[in-house]
């Protein structure tokens, strides 16, 4: 189980992305915080053509390592409309469980050992990453 040392840094996890599909141009940016397995965070979401729709979320949750290297994490998300169509609409609500294996690989790059359906590989190192044309 992690510590609750008042030593334990604030993890800052800043984020955001820009999409465009044919007509239509979203933006996302925001910030989640961690520190003490406790998350808090805010992010903006807007469409940026045709009607502009906004929506502020803002995320809490707690983190429960249950093993070394594998995490439950239990996510609350409250997504507001502050602009466009469905502003007053009193909102949205959601709630995520998440299992994470820290060290679990399925093809062999990053942490773990590597684990790969159906059997092991010769050469042991990390799948190539097939290039497209």
């Given at each position: ?30 910030l ?13 979401k807007s ?24 995490n439950?994490?239990f ?25 994470e ?9 990053g ?12 050469g ?10």
């Amino acid at each position: 189980m992690m510590s609750r040392n008042g030593d334990e840094p604030l993890k800052v996890n800043i984020g955001g992305i820009y999409q465009n599909q044919a007509n239509l141009n979203s933006l996302q940016v925001g910030l989640n915080l961690l520190k003490y397995n406790i998350y808090l965070g805010g992010w903006f979401k807007s469409t940026m053509t045709g009607v502009v729709n906004s929506a502020l979320a803002l995320v809490a949750g707690y983190k429960y390592a249950f093993y070394e290297d594998m995490n439950l994490k239990f996510m609350y998300s409250y997504d507001l409309q502050i602009s466009g169509a469905l502003q007053g609409t009193g909102g949205a609500h959601e709630i995520s469980l998440i299992l994470e294996f820290d060290k679990l690989s399925i093809f062999g790059g990053g942490g773990g050992n590597g684990f790969v359906p159906g059997g092991s590989r010769r050469g042991g190192g990390p799948m190539e990453c097939p290039t497209f044309y």
